[in-house]
């Protein structure tokens, strides 16, 4: 191993006049299979002397392209960022392990120590955690400051993998991101072990990830501890009442706080403005939206965080959509004490649909919760995409064919078996099917799982836009399709939530929505299912995740 002069090293990263500098290759959708397809990157890490950040999002690197990398890496052990997001594109899960091991074990030999280390949206799953285990136990990582790991399908034994990485010796992080992750309960929990023994915290995200309020509960336990606290954003997990109570503990010093289709209800939502009455003055971002809450406990949130002197000139953004705000008084009333901040329009049914709060919601989430969790391994090892979970594919044969093996692993090589007319062939498989909503559910799913691969492949673009035509022929032939077409496909859009708990999104969503951007002004296209996703995506925009936000503002048609 070569041997380095810490303290000079020490000196020149803490010099005032510092230039950041590194090499950027972000973007260029350069396929990286061996040395050669490297050596440009390698090059460039070659001369450049202050190597402080690599960044090489939007490539994909095979295992020997990751190792001539790393080599070039061994000689820089000022290197502090790296941003490796998106990189893995297409390749099969058995090359990310060593690829990242490989990278690991260069910046180890190094004696470099990281600031910032992003591996969002490479869906390597657990065994992607396994071959990143090293670096994170090292010294590489023991001043890391920000560890991003949004949308990697990790699932709870990930999670669990994570955690004992990170626990390996006490950590200073800033910045924890690990949205659309599957962690549920039991992974929140081991995260959150982690948590209590740090203080340093100041921004955690972790949306869409299955976690009920057992989980909350523990995080908020562990956040009690990191007084820095200052952004948490828990968007579409299910804090209930019971986490809000538990949530509302640790509110005292937040500015951000995004706690979105959360189903809070109203009895969460006062729960969390008994909180901001003792203690809102920090507080600049508020996001409650979609919550089924009523007009009273809406009226009691706003209260309590314009309760303060500066309340209102502090706030530069409350959400409230989604919920029942009660008739033009009532939104008068809100609009008036938030000002220029509030984002204000009424969600779906009844005020009185959302008043009552009955502690049932709980139950059944607990006891899904644990028929969930006994499979949960098996699917965290088998899923390839955003949320590692199970398709549900309710009324198709799950026989052994190419179709059959497509529609449970939807990736672009299964997809490559069912020939030049996969369309057809998908849809022949798919017309066994005698029950309405079920031939529907199928069609739909079927439809957004090749949708969901368009970006990786043309070929897939081709089969999706094949597939929405068909869809629209054979929902059309059913009693009652056009409710039934309309709710299944906002649920696989991800725009209103499934009543089925066994149902999750599974496709690649930005994908999901450039195909449809392409197809939904087609005269096949019924218009009033047009007019309902358009009306819904406008409602639900803020609170989408920004890949999908920012593909959906591609497609005028959506807007």
Same mark, same amino acid.
């Given at each position: 191993m070569t041997s380095f002069d810490l303290n000079a090293i020490t000196q020149a990263l803490n010099d005032p006049k510092r230039v950041t500098s590194g090499v950027d290759f972000s973007g260029k959708s350069l396929k990286l299979d061996n040395n050669n397809d490297a050596q440009p990157i390698v090059d460039a890490i070659n001369k450049c002397p202050d190597l402080q950040y690599l960044t090489l999002t939007g490539n994909t690197l095979g295992v020997s392209a990751a190792e001539a990398i790393a080599k070039a890496l061994e000689h820089h052990p000022e290197f502090t960022i790296a941003r490796f997001s998106d990189m893995f594109t297409g390749r099969m899960k058995t090359e990310i392990p060593p690829a990242l091991k490989a990278l690991g074990? +260069?910046? /180890?030999?190094?004696?470099?120590r990281l600031q910032v280390l992003d591996l969002s949206?490479?869906?390597? +799953?657990? /065994?992607g955690v396994e071959g990143l285990a090293k670096l994170l136990e090292s010294e590489v990582c023991s001043e890391l400051q920000e560890l991003r790991l949004n949308n990697n399908g990790l699932g709870i034994t990930g999670g669990k993998l994570l955690a004992k990485a990170l626990s390996s010796k006490p950590r200073k992080l800033k910045v924890f991101i690990a949205g659309r992750n599957r962690l549920e309960n039991d992974g929140a929990k081991a995260l959150a072990a982690v948590f209590k023994n740090m203080d340093t915290?100041?921004?955690v995200a972790m949306p869409q990830n299955g976690i009920y309020h057992v989980g909350i509960s523990a995080l908020s336990d562990a956040f009690k501890n990191n007084p820095n606290l200052a952004i948490l954003n828990l968007n579409d997990n299910t804090i209930g009442a019971k986490g809000a109570e538990a949530i509302a503990a640790v509110l005292h010093n937040l500015k951000t706080i995004n706690f979105g289709d959360c189903l809070l209800k109203s009895k969460g939502a006062k729960a969390l403005a008994t909180a901001f009455r003792e203690s809102s003055q920090a507080l600049v971002s508020l996001d409650l939206s979609h919550n089924e809450i009523g007009k009273e406990a809406c009226m009691e949130v706003v209260n309590a965080i314009t309760s303060f002197p500066d309340g209102a000139d502090r706030l530069s953004r409350v959400v409230l959509a989604g919920n029942s705000l009660g008739n033009?008084?009532?939104?008068?009333t809100m609009k008036d004490k938030l000002g220029s901040c509030a984002e204000l329009s009424d969600g779906e049914g009844s005020d009185d649909d959302y008043v009552s709060d009955s502690g049932e919601e709980d139950e059944q989430s607990d006891e899904s919760q644990n028929s969930e969790n006994e499979d949960d391994t098996q699917s965290d090892i088998m899923s390839e995409n955003i949320k590692n979970i199970s398709q549900d594919t309710s009324g198709v044969e799950e026989i052994d064919t190419e179709v059959g093996k497509f529609l449970r692993e939807p990736t672009v090589d299964n997809l490559k078996t069912l020939g030049t007319n996969a369309a057809d062939v998908i849809d022949t498989h798919l017309?066994?099917?005698?029950?309405?909503?079920?031939l529907i559910q199928a069609y739909v799913d079927a439809t957004l799982c090749v949708s969901g691969l368009s970006e990786r492949s043309q070929e897939a673009a081709v089969v999706a836009c094949r597939l929405y035509p068909l869809l629209m022929k054979r929902a059309g032939?059913?009693?009652?399709?056009?409710?039934?077409?309309a709710n299944t496909m906002l649920k696989g859009l991800g725009l209103i939530k499934a009543e089925n708990k066994e149902y999750k999104i599974r496709w690649h969503l930005p994908s999901c929505y450039r195909t449809l951007g392409a197809v939904v002004t087609q005269s096949y296209f019924p218009t009033a299912l047009r007019d309902t996703i358009q009306f819904f995506v406008k409602s639900k925009l803020p609170t989408l995740p920004t890949?999908?936000?920012e593909e959906i503002r591609k497609h005028p048609c959506f807007t």
């Open positions: 074990d +260069g910046m /180890i030999t190094a004696g470099a949206d490479n869906a390597f +799953g657990p /065994i915290l100041e921004e033009a008084v009532h939104k008068k017309q066994v099917i005698k029950e309405p909503s079920e032939q059913q009693h009652a399709a056009a409710w039934l077409l890949d999908v936000a």
